[in-house]
């Protein structure tokens, strides 16, 4: 019997990792991660991104498989990268993979080098792992792969790496826009954003940013006495300023039901227990305002659903131009909001006033407007939305799939002001924990990465060529258990005790 189990091993094993060996999407993942490591090196952080050198890195990648490509340089150091792969029909709109180069300023905290691209425990370290070195080194990857291929697709595929997307996208993709557009003029774009949401009990969700709330930026000041620190004053800049951001921190913003935070709260109601049903259906058809309001109010106790429901601030940033050993005449925060489409920003704006209406010491000013009208989000009804639902149902069948509201802003936003259906795609997520994008010790797990990718290429292969290029479909199984009354999952709305 030993024989036996030892001659079955050799004859077995070599099969095993021969079958290991022969993974299809295996060469595709390698490329992924030698190109997300590499432009982690590259230092493209805010204020003065070497953009440059992560679009001399990219061309040099092109360049190896004879894909033409354009270079956009709007400022010295900054720089926007093009290419395209033709199709076979001209009257197909092409599709765009679009993702940025730059990155926020390095954080605090960092306890790994951020520009080594640290590899730990599963997980790759690095500034931009998650926004967005993954979706460039993504894109790059399965760019190159499919130039190479026999089979041309049926529409154009454009790469696009834009500048300063972080800092309002005017050296980027808004420059662009203005001067260059008619050299892209994609039909169809994929961006960063949304995510999968995983499930281990309940159905996965498939969220494909289809709209993002609108950024501003507020700045408020408190004016008081300027003075030696030895001498105290009642009249202290200091503790107004903290008065009135302890004000903007209890001040309850009205709930508001957007056509994508329906589509969403439609398509997770089959996912809840009965408490969680009866709150959603109350919150979307009771025919009592309050009802509607209390619904809402309880629901935005989670956070997640308050970025859905309801238009939010935060202080970022505070400063007094006073040394530590006077009081300052002046000090000042910023605040930044983040607005549900069809939100006014001057109203919001004087909704904001109105609460220091009685407060002379207190100055709001408003820094940075959004642009008006907030173009209209992507409804799930197009072609493109189409593959995204194909590509779900073989990856993760069971999913649901669903056009969401993005709590952050992306260029997205401007892509559908130039008329450019858009969503955004992108590794698992849970909105329920913090997010490491913009903060110390971004990373993304290894595994995320690779799903990430895969996702994007099946999306990628039904629209523009109409089949897989590689195996998509996942082996059949045990269909996941319908979520009880226990159910932990990631959307489970917030419930009265």
């Given at each position: 019997?030993?024989?036996?189990l ?48 992560a ?11 004879h894909?033409?490509w ?51 425990d599963?997980k790759i ?8 070195k ?11 792969w ?5 089979q ?20 980027g993709?808004r ?7 008619a ?9 960063e954003?949304?995510?999968?949401i ?5 159905a ?6 289809a ?10 000041t ?11 004053t ?7 300023l ?11 913003t ?15 109601l089959?996912?809840q227990?009965e ?11 009771d ?11 309880l629901m935005?106790q989670?956070?997640?659903f ?8 935060n ?12 009081i300052?005449?002046?000090a000042s ?5 983040r ?10 704006f ?17 820094v940075?407007?959004?642009q ?15 593959s995204i639902?194909k ?26 002001k ?8 992108g590794?698992?997520m ?5 997010n490491?994008?913009h ?5 993304i ?7 990430q ?11 523009a060529y ?13 269909p ?16 009265s005790?």
């Open positions: 019997m030993k024989k036996v030892i001659f079955f091993l050799i004859s077995v094993f070599p099969a095993l990792l021969y079958a290991q060996e022969k993974d299809p999407w295996q060469p595709l993942q390698q490329e992924a991660k030698k190109h997300l490591t590499r432009l982690l090196k590259i230092d493209t952080s805010l204020s003065n991104p070497d953009e440059i050198a679009a001399r890195y990219l061309y040099k990648q092109f360049n190896k498989h894909i033409d354009d270079i956009f340089i709007p400022a010295p150091g900054r720089a926007n990268l093009l290419a395209r792969i033709k199709g076979t029909d001209p009257t197909q709109k092409p599709l765009l993979l679009i993702s940025h180069l730059d990155t926020t300023p390095v954080q605090e905290g960092w306890t790994i080098p951020p520009f080594q691209a640290t590899e730990k599963g370290y690095g500034l931009g792992a998650t926004d967005a993954n979706y460039t080194a993504a894109y790059t990857a399965l760019f190159t499919l130039a190479d291929q026999p041309r697709p049926v529409r154009d595929i454009i790469f696009l790496a834009t500048s300063g997307e972080e800092s309002g996208s005017d050296t993709l420059w662009l826009g203005k001067n260059h557009w050299q892209i003029n994609p039909g169809f774009a994929l961006n954003g949304g995510g999968i995983k499930d281990k009990e309940g996965d969700i498939v969220f494909a940013e709209a993002t709330k609108q950024y501003m930026d507020i700045k408020i408190a004016l008081g006495t300027e003075g030696h620190s030895a001498i105290p009642e009249n202290n800049a200091v503790y107004h903290s008065q009135a951001l302890a004000k903007l921190e209890n001040f309850n009205p709930a508001r039901v957007t056509a994508p935070a329906r589509t969403l709260l439609n398509a997770i089959p996912l227990d408490d969680g049903k009866t709150t959603i259906n109350m919150l979307l058809h025919e009592h305002a309050q009802n509607r309001q209390n619904a809402a109010e935005a989670d956070p997640f308050k970025t859905q429901l309801k238009d939010t601030l202080p970022t940033q505070v400063s007094s131009p006073a040394d530590t050993g006077s300052s005449a002046s925060a910023i605040i930044n909001v607005l549900l489409p069809g939100t006014d920003p001057d109203e919001f004087t909704s904001l006033q109105q609460l220091f209406d009685a407060d002379e010491n207190i100055v709001l000013e408003m940075e407007r959004p008006t009208p907030a173009p209209a989000p992507q409804d799930g009804t197009d072609p493109l939305f189409a639902q590509t779900a149902d073989k990856l993760l069948p069971g999913a649901i799939t669903v056009p969401g509201l993005s709590p952050a802003s992306s260029e997205s936003e401007l892509l559908r130039l008329g450019v259906i858009t969503y955004g795609l590794p698992d849970n909105p329920l924990e913090t490491t994008a903060t110390a010790d971004e990373f797990s290894e595994a995320d990465f690779y799903n990718l895969k996702f994007l290429a099946g999306v990628v292969f039904d629209f109409g089949k897989d290029l590689l195996p998509l479909a996942v082996a059949a199984s045990a996941k258990t319908q979520p009880s009354t226990q159910d932990t999952s990631a959307l489970k709305t917030a419930q005790n």
